[in-house]
């Protein structure tokens, strides 16, 4: 079974400042898929990135990057020009790969707060 | 394109009492599923269907139930709530293996 680990229930950030969400994961399998996903206090959850474990260069949308580890099996989200509106909760998330995988497993979520 | 809808959005329920929460997408996805969220737990998964007439049971099954009869449709059945069950419940479908899922906007449900 695969865990996915955020160390960091809460964090802030002032505004316009950079910030970098931790994630670790455990699994043994070789193909599998890392997301980080957005709740804002409307309790939406919204896709903000996505990454294929077989691909070597890391994700980036707008202001969101990722780092990811394979090897360390890390998965760090980097929000860049921190905006009031990324104020909200962020869970790391696994998928394995394969005909069949749909489960996402999640973490338990980092509470980000940007502080004007 | 209205996505994934769940209704209520919120609901408070008496222990004992029996309820349904529905879940329903336009997308014509296969696979569909049902989590739900405590505080300080993130996301969990309850049961999953891959196809209309197939189901199979995710990390905390226990007390509900679920049918798909139809592509469109995924409901999730409480047959005697407990306190235990206060959560917020989220269903989500997919097209298929390794796409991003989406969201319905979550049910608020309260057991008394």
């Known amino acids: 079974a695969q865990t996915v680990t955020q160390s960091q229930p809460e964090m802030s950030v002032q505004e316009a400042e950079t910030v970098t969400l931790s994630c670790t994961y455990d699994?043994?399998?070789?193909?599998?898929?890392l997301f980080w996903y957005k709740q804002p206090p409307s309790r939406q959850m919204i896709l903000v990135i996505r990454?294929?474990?077989?691909?070597?260069q890391n994700a980036t949308e707008n202001r969101f990057s990722v780092n990811f580890q394979k090897a360390a099996k890390s998965f760090s989200l980097k929000i860049s020009d921190s905006q009031l509106g990324d104020t909200a909760m962020y869970f790391c998330a696994f998928q394995t790969s394969g005909a069949g995988s749909y489960q996402l497993t999640f973490g338990k979520g980092t509470k980000l707060s940007v502080i004007p | 394109n209205a996505g994934v809808t769940q209704t209520p959005k919120f609901q408070v329920l008496k222990t004992g009492q029996s309820m349904t929460l529905q879940c329903a997408q336009d997308m014509n996805h296969e696979y569909m599923s049902w989590y739900r969220q405590d505080p300080g737990m993130g996301l969990r998964l309850i049961h999953y269907s891959v196809g209309a007439g197939i189901t199979d049971q995710g990390e905390v099954p226990n007390g509900y139930n679920v049918s798909r009869s139809t592509t469109e449709d995924f409901p999730l059945r409480l047959l005697s709530a407990a306190p235990s069950q206060t959560s917020v419940y989220f269903c989500?479908?997919?097209?298929?293996?390794?796409?991003?899922?989406?969201f319905g906007d979550g049910t608020r449900l309260s057991i008394l």
């Open positions: 699994t043994s399998e070789n193909n599998y898929y």
């Open positions: 989500a479908s997919t097209r298929g293996a390794n796409q991003p899922q989406h």
């Open positions: 990454q294929e474990a077989y691909k070597q």
